[in-house]
Nanobody, 121 residues
Framework: QVQLVESGGGLVQAGGSLRLSCVFSGRTFSNYAMGWFRQAPGKEREFVAVTSWSGTSSYYADSVKGRFTISRDNAKNTLYLQMNSLKPEDTAVYYC??????????????WGRGTQVTVSS
């Protein structure tokens, strides 16, 4: 059974930083493309960043480009999202996702339960 468990969320002031982690278990992590998505209250879930199985190809939403960095450690079965220069509009529940195809869409096979990120102004 595949499990994705996110951690690292919290409350931070605007301009601050957070690092999210997602531990993947139950299958071979390095076989999967991985991504981060987020959902703010009253809004649809949206793409934040995705990366290929090797980590050599990554894509970012325009809203986070230059501020967020996605990375992975296949030896540790862990996906990361380094978030810098946080803005109040980054406030959302952040979800980790994994799947067989690298895409910015929501059609990933596996999802975590999410971690809350709140940015105060």
């Amino acid at each position: 059974q595949v499990q994705l468990v996110e951690s690292g969320g919290g409350l931070v002031q605007a301009g601050g930083s957070l690092r999210l982690s997602c531990v993947f278990s139950g299958r071979t992590f390095s076989n999967y493309a991985m991504g981060w998505f987020r959902q703010a209250p009253g809004k649809e879930r949206e793409f934040v960043a995705v990366t290929s199985w090797s980590g050599t190809s990554s894509y970012y939403a325009d809203s986070v480009k230059g501020r967020f960095t996605i990375s992975r450690d296949n030896a540790k079965n862990t996906l990361y999202l380094q978030m810098n220069s946080l803005k109040p509009e980054d406030t959302a529940v952040y979800y980790c996702a994994g799947g067989g195809i690298l895409t910015t869409g929501l059609n990933y096979d596996y999802w975590g339960r999410g971690t809350q990120v709140t940015v105060s102004s």
